[in-house]
């Protein structure tokens, strides 16, 4: 003895859940809903279509009285019957005495002898917000519609047993739909994992620990990811290369650029060039191969063993020097961040890094941080951790600026990335046994820039950057 309608409904229910947005198991579910609406109504031809979110109908499952599957090319729907059934929300049954027979006939999916039609409107329902409580009297999101078609009137319809299945229905499109964005959501979030492997990848695997001097750093992501980046390149024996870049946006595309901002440099570094003439190079790149809305902002610095610093600052927070008397100093500087524009020209430029001195170059999510008062950590903060600072190396340097922003914000969430480069410069002749230190990985945003002078052509929507009270933060 077959199984009822309703016992088949159940069984492919139970077979989607098991199988999530499996297409054969949702098809299956579907048809056996149509063939169900056939049984019931003792029609001819039944059709099921889904409601899009662009608010069409997509015709998704077509079968006759003999359990056969139509070609859905082939199936004409009366659209002005189907108009009145979505209008009114309410099953709808049209004779060919309504419609007129000429209507009724061309208008059917199959034979033109079918001249009786039955809409069944299928809908969400709505539930009130935070109650487990269905809407009354608020017309709800239509999910499909049943379209069926018979050669003679329904007669002595199970009206509760199309409701029944009018509700069948509404479960496995919202499962099915829930299914999808689960399966979406998982691929999503394995991406993100791919990126912030790449990302980690790209950090620096150690760093340079010589005689002369002694160099950390750490990033901390706001999200799975982040769009700062940070890399110390060795450029010869007596030069290396200080980057730290923060990329204006958040999530996977900032991650992405941060990733290429970070290679560039490590490829334009090495060819020994001034470091303004380094940023060009970049900011030219970026400008011919980037989005008109996408810039970064960094500072770049050659720093040799002699304690020569030369740098760019591009729209960059300033770096901050700790003296041995215990003065702090800013590197600023009034160029523009890169991938503005393409003719912007940039200036560097240059201090002497005394012995014992330290250097701190970090993106805005430090200055921008804030506790529970919402108050910023801000510069100032930065300053006068430097100017109380005990500690003796450059690990002790790192912490501490880990810590007091850790402190100050009081446990309340994290609105931007981080990122932290520390140097120690110890002098020439300061023997040490050299080595190298692992690097820690993790990430911050952009910050607020100086004007300047503008050169070259400006693209519509990056002038638009230029207008807020901020124009480089992002």
């Not at 970070?262 to 334009?268: D, E, N």
């Not at 902002?297 to 008397?325: E, K, M, Q």
């Not at 810590?403 to 023997?431: C, K, M, W």
């Not at 046994?433 to 070259?456: D, H, K, Q």
Request: charge should be negative.
């Amino acid at each position: 003895m077959g199984r009822s309608p309703e016992t088949q409904v159940e069984h492919h229910l139970g077979v989607l859940a098991r199988t999530g947005v499996a297409r054969p198991a949702l098809e299956d579910a579907l048809t056996t809903i149509v063939d169900a609406a056939i049984e019931l109504t003792h029609a001819q031809q039944g059709v099921l279509l889904l409601a899009k979110s662009s608010g069409n109908l997509e015709l998704t499952v077509a079968r006759d009285a003999q359990r056969v599957s139509l070609p859905l090319h082939q199936v004409q729907i009366s659209s002005s019957v189907l108009s009145r059934a979505m209008g009114s929300r309410r099953e709808l049954i049209v004779t060919e005495a309504e419609e007129g027979s000429s209507t009724a006939r061309q208008a059917s999916i199959g034979a033109p002898g079918l001249h009786t039609i039955l809409v069944i409107p299928v809908d969400k329902l709505p539930l009130a917000e935070s109650l487990d409580a269905t809407v009354a009297g608020r017309q709800s999101e239509l999910l499909a519609v049943l379209y069926l078609d018979s050669c003679w009137p329904f007669f002595h319809l199970d009206r509760e047993a199309l409701r029944m299945l009018a509700r069948k229905v509404a479960i496995v499109v919202e499962n099915a739909a829930l299914f999808a964005a689960l399966c979406e959501k998982a691929r999503l979030d394995h991406e993100v994992e791919i990126t912030g492997q790449i990302q980690r990848q790209m950090q620096p695997v150690q760093f340079p620990r010589v005689p002369e001097l002694e160099i950390t750093g750490f990033t901390v992501e706001c999200h799975a990811v982040g769009g700062d980046c940070l890399d110390v390149v060795k450029l010869s024996d007596r030069c290396h290369g200080l980057l730290v870049g923060d990329i204006a946006g958040k999530g996977i595309p900032a991650s992405l650029l941060a990733s290429l901002l970070q290679g560039l440099f490590v490829t334009i570094g090495a060819l020994d060039l001034p470091p303004e003439e380094v940023v060009s190079r970049v900011n030219r790149y970026l400008c011919e191969r980037s989005p008109e809305d996408w810039y970064a902002t960094l500072f770049y610095a050659i720093l040799d063993s002699s304690g020569r610093l030369d740098y760019v600052n591009a729209g960059h927070v300033p770096a901050l020097i700790r003296r041995c008397s215990g003065k702090v100093e800013s590197l600023e500087s009034s160029n523009f961040p890169v991938g503005m524009f393409s003719d912007a020209r940039y200036t560097r430029g240059t201090t002497q890094i005394e012995v014992d001195n330290f250097l701190l170059i970090y993106t805005d999510g430090i200055p921008d941080a804030k506790n529970r008062r919402s108050e910023f950590f801000g510069e100032a903060g930065l300053r006068r951790l430097l100017l109380e600072f005990p500690g003796q190396t450059v690990d002790d340097l790192a912490e501490a600026v880990r810590a007091g922003v850790r402190a100050f914000t009081e446990g309340a969430p994290q609105s931007d990335d981080i990122a932290v480069l520390a140097v120690h410069y110890r002098g020439v002749g300061n023997l040490s046994t050299t080595s190298v230190r692992p690097a820690r990985a993790m990430r911050a945003s952009n910050a607020l820039g100086r004007s300047a002078p503008l050169v070259g052509r400006i693209h519509p929507t990056k002038r638009k950057l230029l207008k807020g009270d901020r124009p480089w933060h992002s």
